[in-house]
């Protein structure tokens, strides 16, 4: 087997990118997957994806101006490359911007004008080739010969499609097999789609009875505990253990020690109302001073679903069934409210309540749903008072008059499933406060992709930004064939990743 370069990588990215056709994408990924060495295999699938597998190297736009001239003839390994990436994060303290920078150098002289091109791509998070998850679990379905369904379930329990697409590359079905829910190791939450009231929702579940739970405006948080070791992670599958000690002493005091949890946590107010979520996210986020910080802004946290109980897994169990388990080892005053109804009235009041307590709305839960982890599963349903969407940032404008010299005017997407790019749907700057202005101009300019025009600034698609509406109509101004009308920022989104946004597809299902 000859090995696979840099280079094969590099080509096998370009001829992805111009095909428009799924199957071929599939078709180009699974042909260079099947010749790859297996022990450069993740390192492949991470590559393809858009992904490093040292997650970040401390290198931006501005670091990869004025790089030497390619080489001519093309030689790079992945493990070469993996192993300078390594170098280069591994650089901290007094020098290591200029150490970073030599290794940078080094990297990109090893390389020919098409692996460069690959590498900015890589390193500028700009690898819009159509290679989104979807498409690589097919492809490595496809080079390992194995049923996508295998890859999707083994995914669903590592969260990390790299190291999953390496095990069915060398090891197969058996190896895929192997991957089980792990106390401390977090997988992708389950996510929910939408509808305009309670009555559409119950109607969209089949209208039997369901599960109405309060979704509450905190930070989405996954518990681990084993014996006396608790672990908490985000929805993005962070670690914040250490910022949340309210929720360790609260998953403490359970009587089961092998258990896995989602909820929320949140910051009440003395009379049990929400703060606003910015304090909630900024006392999550915070990694200093935690002992003042939750004296001054405690946190609750409200427990909705189990993923393990006992050391036995419950992912593949109907919800009724997670729910009965987790009201057997969680107090009643640690649960999310929860009714459960077929009666459209009997939901709207509910819904009712929990807007008047000042929390989100609801989220509708059919009984017999699994956990569909990382996906947004049919089987869930949120319910807003209001039309809003999770979209990406895609550009910004400088503004004028008392908003000169800020970014103010966003570009907004939809992320496209297909394309694995963005659509967009229009700008607004209605909703951003000068203290907004000012953070979102500091935090835009990072992610410049490189000089801009005198009036528009692109960015790298991180930015996730929760955006209200009153409703999506027909536009031939924009790529997507239509626009949101009357859009205006509520908050943006730092616990999402922009593979979280909302798709081209669920807008389009709203067009007037």
Same mark, same amino acid.
Do not use: C
């Given at each position: 087997m000859r090995t696979v370069l840099l280079i094969d990588l590099a080509r096998t990215s370009s001829a992805v990118a111009a095909d428009p056709a799924r199957l071929a994408k599939i078709r180009h990924l699974a042909e260079l997957l099947g010749r790859v060495e297996p022990a450069?295999?993740?390192?492949?699938v991470a590559y393809l994806s858009g992904e490093? @597998?040292?997650?970040?190297?401390?290198? =931006?736009?501005?670091?990869?101006q004025d790089l030497p001239e390619p080489r001519q003839i093309a030689s790079a390994s992945l493990t070469d490359v993996d192993d300078l990436l390594s170098q280069i994060k591994a650089q901290t303290g007094p020098g290591s911007q200029a150490a970073r920078k030599d290794l940078l150098d080094r990297l990109f002289r090893s390389a020919t004008t098409q692996e460069q091109s690959f590498l900015l791509r890589l390193l500028g998070g700009e690898m819009r080739q159509g290679a989104l998850n979807g498409v690589m679990?097919?492809?490595?379905?496809?080079?390992a010969g194995t049923p996508s369904a295998e890859v999707r379930r083994a995914l669903t329990l590592r969260g990390w499609l790299p190291a999953v697409g390496a095990a069915a590359l060398?090891? =197969?079905?058996?190896?895929? %097999?192997?991957? #089980?829910?792990?106390?401390?190791?977090?997988?992708? @939450?389950?996510l929910a789609q939408s509808a305009p009231n309670v009555a559409a929702a119950l109607a969209k579940l089949g209208g039997g009875p369901a599960a !109405?739970?309060?979704? !509450?405006d905190g930070v989405r948080v996954q518990a681990h505990r084993s014996g006396s070791e608790v672990k908490v992670f985000t929805r993005t599958l962070d670690d914040i253990t250490a910022q949340v000690p309210e929720l360790v002493e609260a998953v403490l005091t359970l009587p089961v020690g092998d258990i896995v949890l989602d909820g929320e946590v949140i910051a009440l107010r003395p009379d049990g109302r929400p703060e606003p979520f910015q304090v909630t996210a900024s006392r999550v986020a915070s990694k200093s001073d935690t002992e003042r910080l939750r004296d001054t802004t405690p946190l609750s946290v409200f427990f909705f679903d189990a993923l393990r109980v006992g050391g036995k897994d419950l992912l593949d169990l @109907?919800?009724?069934?997670?729910?009965e388990a987790l009201a057997g080892a969680v107090p009643a005053e640690l649960l999310t409210p929860r009714l459960v109804t077929a009666d459209p009235e009997e939901g709207m009041n509910f819904f009712a309540e929990v807007l008047r307590q000042g929390h989100e709305g609801l989220v509708v839960k059919s009984p017999s749903t699994p956990y569909a982890a990382g996906r947004r599963g049919a089987g869930w349903i949120k319910v807003k008072p209001r039309h809003t969407l999770d979209l990406v940032v895609l550009a910004a404008?400088? =503004? #004028?008059? %008392?908003?000169?010299?800020? !970014?103010?005017? !966003?570009?907004?997407?939809?992320?496209d499933p297909e394309t694995g790019g963005f659509v967009m749907l229009g700008k607004t700057f209605k909703g951003l406060t000068d203290e907004l202005l000012a953070w979102q101009t500091e935090r835009f300019l990072d992610l410049a992709e490189g000089p801009s025009d005198e009036w528009v600034v692109r960015l790298r698609p991180e930015m996730v930004v929760e955006v209200?509406?009153?409703?999506?109509?027909?536009? @031939?101004?924009?790529?997507? =064939?239509?626009?949101l009308r009357f859009a205006r920022v509520l908050r943006y989104r730092p616990d999402k990743r922009p593979t979280d946004a909302d798709t081209v597809d669920s807008v389009r299902q709203l067009l007037l």
């Open positions: 450069e295999a993740e390192i492949a490093l @597998p040292q997650r970040q190297i401390g290198v =931006g736009w501005r670091s990869l679990i097919e492809a490595v379905a496809k080079a060398t090891g =197969g079905v058996e190896a895929l %097999r192997a991957f #089980h829910l792990e106390v401390g190791r977090p997988v992708s @939450p389950m !109405l739970e309060w979704k !509450l @109907p919800d009724s069934d997670r729910h404008e400088w =503004g #004028h008059g %008392r908003r000169q010299g800020k !970014l103010s005017n !966003l570009h907004l997407g939809a992320r209200a509406f009153d409703g999506v109509q027909r536009s @031939p101004r924009y790529p997507g =064939g239509m626009a």
